[in-house]
């Protein structure tokens, strides 16, 4: 067989760093400091387990059978409730955030157009981005938010959405401002361009109060909210959501079917029932309290051992912290020697919009290792600080 000549869609795309990374926390046992895991603490096994083996008990044909594309009916009903859904809007049930997001991308964009995206920013979204051959423009985060006046020079370009994580945000642990969402929204209004909201970190908020999501601010429906059950019971279950009007609804609707039909059922299920008579509230309170601790650990951790090696904002919530090494340090070389002494980390490179952005930063994550793992992979970032 002669040289295969892939799509141009494929041809540049590069396995996920992060995956990666995660094969030697398997393989090799090294600290997952890389990874953005539930912790194991966290999943609701027993509930679970009690919620699957009645369905398959009471209604096993509806859960084992092909299902509609929009989603389980009364999972999405529940989720109208929960964000007061209006008139002209709908809930559409994806395959995790992730789908979500890929099919906000496929609705609105065409092949070269351009999508701006926070700089640095989730590199899933990014190679979802970069297989729709869309042109990634990215905005510089400031300790509040995407910079405003690089946002609106930007949007003057033409650009057909804004992709943005207000709470929490993956890879920084940054919130958005009340003020510049917004600006934001404004900016959108001003010059047409929708708006793509990820929000998989909501519910886990450890200091402060609750900063309303952009698309409570939304009036005109340009507001695509994508969220997610992966980061409060299961990211195995791959069971996320989109809320947007009517009509944005009924296109992915459409991409949907022809991705993957439908959203196991099974999955949606569950989901539901856990939600409907298992005391969700507290389970979210639980999972608060149980990545507070850790993440204060992380946080104290770093004080003690590394107060001239890594900066960080301590994040109100989430799953990570970012850390931005001093000037000169070679950030590659600095992951790859945390790797060979037992702790796997994560680049900053990867989360870049452009790649040349001159951030040397590396994202630790507290909710996947335990206490001692955490303490210890501080420990050895220590010990490779002080051979330098």
């Not at 992060?18 to 400091?33: F, H, M, Q």
């Not at 910079?147 to 994580?165: F, S």
């Not at 920084?172 to 917004?182: D, L, Q």
Request: with cysteine.
């Amino acid at each position: 067989m002669g040289k295969i000549h892939f799509a141009s869609r494929v041809n540049d795309l590069k396995a996920s760093f992060i995956r990666e990374v995660l094969k030697s926390t398997v393989k090799g046992g090294a600290i997952p400091l890389a990874a953005g895991n539930p912790s194991p603490d966290a999943f609701p096994v027993q509930e679970v387990k009690e919620i699957t083996g009645k369905i398959l008990t009471d209604n096993p044909i509806v859960a084992l059978q092909y299902g509609i594309t929009e989603g389980y009916e009364p999972l999405r009903e529940i989720l109208r409730k929960k964000h007061q859904v209006k008139d002209d809007e709908d809930i559409l049930i994806t395959s995790g955030a992730q789908q979500g997001i890929d099919l906000s991308a496929k609705t609105f964009c065409n092949e070269g157009d351009a999508i701006i995206c926070e700089t640095p920013s989730f590199l899933g979204s990014l190679s979802a981005f970069r297989s729709s051959l869309l042109e990634l423009s990215g905005v510089m985060l400031e300790t509040d938010g995407m910079n405003i006046d690089q946002l609106e020079e930007k949007a003057k370009t033409g650009a057909k959405a804004i992709y943005v994580i207000p709470n929490f945000q993956n890879p920084t642990g940054i919130t958005t401002s009340a003020e510049k969402r917004r600006k934001i929204y404004e900016i959108a209004c001003k010059y047409n361009i929708f708006i793509i909201e990820d929000n998989p970190y909501g519910d886990l908020r450890y200091v402060g109060d609750e900063v309303p999501s952009i698309k409570s601010l939304d009036v005109d429906g340009r507001v695509v909210y994508c969220g997610s059950f992966s980061k409060t019971l299961s990211p195995g279950l791959r069971v996320g959501y989109v809320w947007a009007k009517k009509e944005i609804i009924q296109k992915m609707i459409i991409l949907k079917q022809v991705i993957d039909v439908h959203t196991p059922v099974l999955s949606q299920m569950i989901c539901n029932e856990f939600m409907r008579n298992y005391n969700f509230t507290q389970h979210i309170l639980k999972l608060r309290d149980l990545y507070k601790k850790k993440l204060m650990l992380m946080l104290d951790r770093i004080a003690e051992d590394l107060p001239d090696t890594l900066k960080v904002n301590a994040p109100s919530g989430g799953l990570f912290v970012w850390g931005e090494l001093p000037k000169g340090v070679d950030v590659i070389d600095f992951c790859k020697k945390s790797l060979e002494n037992g702790a796997a980390i994560v680049p900053s490179i990867p989360f870049l919009v452009h790649g040349d952005e001159n951030i040397s930063a590396i994202r630790l994550n507290f909710s996947t290792p335990s206490d001692e793992g955490i303490i210890k992979g501080i420990e050895i970032l220590k010990q490779i600080t002080d051979n330098r």
